[in-house]
């Protein structure tokens, strides 16, 4: 199923890759992201009213349940979400985001994973 369209896939995302020299001699990995972007985003959607989507999430969410985040970074997406959720699981590959994730989340008054 989606054979070629895989392929296709494959060899666009190759494309994107950065050579093997040109990544020995960054002075920092090119695949990074900033972490003071990050924090002031998530800060600043905890302060502000719920977005259309963090409403229909509400709704949908049982009372003092579960929110599942793939891709946490700092929680902008769930945070939110915090005063009507038990419980945020937030997966990132990044230990030093999901740490300052872990962080925003306890000062929200939110248990997370």
Request: net charge neutral; no cysteine; aromatic share 4%.
């Amino acid at each position: 199923m989606g054979g070629e369209a895989s392929k296709r896939w494959r060899r666009g995302l190759d494309a994107w890759t950065v050579p093997d020299h040109i990544l020995a001699n960054a002075p920092e990995p090119p695949y990074a992201l900033p972490m003071e972007p990050l924090r002031r985003r998530a800060e600043s959607a905890l302060r502000q009213d719920l977005s259309s989507s963090a409403r229909r999430a509400v709704e949908a969410l049982p009372e003092r349940g579960v929110v599942l985040d793939v891709g946490v970074g700092f929680g902008a997406g769930s945070l939110p979400l915090a005063r009507h959720a038990g419980h945020i699981i937030g997966i990132d590959r990044s230990r030093d985001v999901l740490d300052e994730f872990a962080k925003l989340a306890t000062a929200a008054g939110v248990q997370v994973d």
